[in-house]
């Protein structure tokens, strides 16, 4: 079986590339409109930001696979039920017919405020993941193959996400993994541990500077951003052998 991933990495910094510009445009227009948000959320609230990921992965979906697949990014067909709530808009669907082949969300980190959208982020994608899994496990859509359930979060790579953080405890010592480690750290080791355990078939962390010249790097090759599409890729292409 053999996967095509696309021109790698040059797809990836068109995606990051676009992701930065869309975020200063949307900034922008918010200004023109005079509706300024608070810090950096007028870059966040104009849109859906990572939509060239999504276009991205929709991509891979075209070159590994000859079955007539779909692909929503569009919130009505994003829309999936749970086992802890009632439904979860996720940011990618693909289907084959009435079987779910792959399920994607997709996620950002921008400063000045690391720390707390580190930990919350962190917490969403835990919850998801583990809602997600129950969902699928107790039937939510059906008794086929699995599908394929993959995070990618993008964070800025700046001076405050790469510097050693510390951690306190009082009562007990922290995981010796998380001490002195960097924001982006922390997430590399958060989305390796919820591949193992199971949470999603793949996440990855995409480190990527403020600049519109789309340069991105990866934290780990574990949770890096090729092993994502490569992983992405597989599940799709395993449809033409079913």
Known sequence: MSIDIG???????????????????????????????QGNRGMVTGGKNLDSLSLLLSSLVEKNSR?????????????????????KQWDLVVMNGKQIVAIV?????????FGNNVNNRTEEAIGSGLDLQTAIR????????????GF???????????RPVRVTSKHFPVDPEFEEASYIKRLDL???????????????????PNRRLGQFSESSPETGIKQFLVSFASRIAEQDLA
């Open 67 to 87: 079955s007539k697949l779909s692909v929503h990014i569009e919130k009505t067909f994003v829309t999936l039920p749970g086992y802890f709530r009632p439904t």
């Open 152 to 162: 990618v979060i993008l964070i800025e790579e700046a001076d405050q996400s790469k």
């Open 7 to 37: 021109n790698f990495p040059a797809n990836v910094r068109t995606a990051v590339r676009a992701f930065w510009s869309g975020r200063l445009t949307a900034a922008e227009k918010q200004k023109l409109d005079g509706k300024l948000d």
């Open 190 to 208: 958060a989305c390796d541990r919820m591949m193992r355990e199971g949470l999603y078939s793949s996440a990855a962390v995409l480190v990527a």
């Open 138 to 149: 107790e039937g939510a859509f059906g008794r086929g193959k699995p599908p394929f359930t």
């Open 105 to 113: 969300e997709l996620k950002s980190i921008c400063g000045p405020s």
